[in-house]
């Protein structure tokens, strides 16, 4: 079953939100968890992971401004993004392991 991805919206530049993945097994035995985006016209970006270790890596793009966090007892990973910018606009999705993706949710900033 598909991780399901929440919390986009629309936000003004300079804003925040939250997106939350939640997966269908435990992520302490999933060996990286990861978060994508991709544009319109772009090619899909790798965002950010964390492994079943809880280490951490970020795209140069967002390292400063976004934070990848799980809570295991919830089965939930978040991206907490800070200072969103409208390149930051894209369809965020989840991935659980290297196969289960989720459908994605919609991340726009604009003013």
């Known amino acids: 079953v598909q991780p399901v991805e929440s919390g986009g919206g629309l936000v003004q530049p300079g804003g925040f939100l939250r997106l939350s993945c939640v997966a269908s097994?435990?992520?302490?035995?999933?060996?990286?968890m990861s978060w994508y985006r991709q544009a319109p016209g772009k090619q899909r970006e790798l965002v950010a992971t964390?492994?079943?270790?809880?280490?951490?890596t970020y795209a140069d793009s967002v390292k400063v401004r976004f934070t990848i966090s799980r809570d295991i007892a919830k089965n939930t990973v978040y991206l907490q993004m800070n200072s969103l910018q409208p390149e930051d606009t894209a369809v965020y999705s989840c991935?659980?392991?290297?196969?289960?993706w989720g459908r994605g949710t919609q991340v726009t900033v604009s003013s």
């Open positions: 991935r659980a392991g290297l196969f289960s």
């Open positions: 097994r435990s992520i302490s035995i999933i060996q990286i």
């Open positions: 964390i492994t079943s270790g809880g280490r951490t």
